[in-house]
């Protein structure tokens, strides 16, 4: 299975600001997962990221207010614009393994 | 929406099997049965996944019924350690094609107590 680093692990920020979250990723894989897990939710999926193409977004989620990078097939960046508190959440990587997902250990993301 | 549904919360004591049960009655005939767990402060970890028949791994097993609307997911000897949400999930498996995304429900809050 692949191993997932996720920077930073955590941070607060300031209401109007933007947070690039970084997830790499120690094999070539496909496709990449965003998700986010707002407190005391369950995880709800933000977009799909392929490599060398648009990053595809869920209901609800549009690529003004998290614009998503797949660069290469080791790496993404998911950005949180314009942060509001309503954007404090655990923001998670995860990435298609064959046999199901692997997910990173999360961003924990407060905005005041 | 998740095409599952689960019981919010169970209790297991320590050492005895824990069978968390899952309904998925309008699963498709390309849909498989993934069960994932959350450990607080961590992200969600692979537990074991199967299509219609029963499977074991080192962690758990998977029970299926014959006619797919249900499964149950056993932890043999339950620790402390096992103390986690459980999230039984329905993910469209296309061999050689597009695959489905993994949708979490509201899964089950499992405590095992001493």
């Known amino acids: 299975s692949a191993v997932i680093s996720q920077k930073p692990s955590r941070d607060i920020c300031q209401r109007g600001t933007s947070l690039t979250i970084q997830c790499q990723v120690d094999s070539q894989v496909t496709m990449m997962f965003w998700y986010r897990q707002q407190p005391g939710q369950s995880l709800t999926l933000i977009a799909t990221a392929n490599q060398g193409s648009e990053a595809t977004y869920e209901s609800g989620f549009v690529i003004d207010k998290f614009p998503i990078s797949r660069p290469n097939l080791t790496f993404s960046t998911l950005t949180v614009s314009n942060m509001s508190p309503e954007d404090s959440s655990i923001y998670l990587c995860?990435?298609?393994?064959?046999?199901?997902?692997?997910f990173g250990s999360g961003t924990r993301l407060t905005v005041v | 929406d998740a095409k599952t549904t689960q019981p919010p919360s169970m209790d297991c004591a320590e050492g005895r099997a824990a069978n968390l049960p899952c309904n998925h009655s309008?699963?498709?005939?390309?849909?498989?049965v993934y069960w994932y767990r959350q450990i607080h402060s961590q992200g969600p970890q692979y537990i074991i996944h199967?299509?219609?028949n029963n499977e074991t791994n080192e962690m758990a097993s998977l029970i299926i019924t014959e006619d797919r609307k249900s499964s149950t997911l056993i932890l043999p000897h339950a620790t402390l350690r096992d103390t986690a949400v459980y999230y039984c999930?329905?993910?469209?498996?296309?061999?050689?094609?597009?695959?489905?995304?993994?949708?979490f429900g509201k899964g089950t809050k499992l405590s095992v107590k001493p």
């Open positions: 309008t699963i498709s005939g390309n849909e498989y």
């Open positions: 199967g299509l219609k």
């Open positions: 995860s990435v298609d393994v064959g046999y199901g997902y692997t």
């Open positions: 999930i329905v993910r469209v498996v296309n061999y050689g094609g597009s695959q489905g995304n993994l949708i």
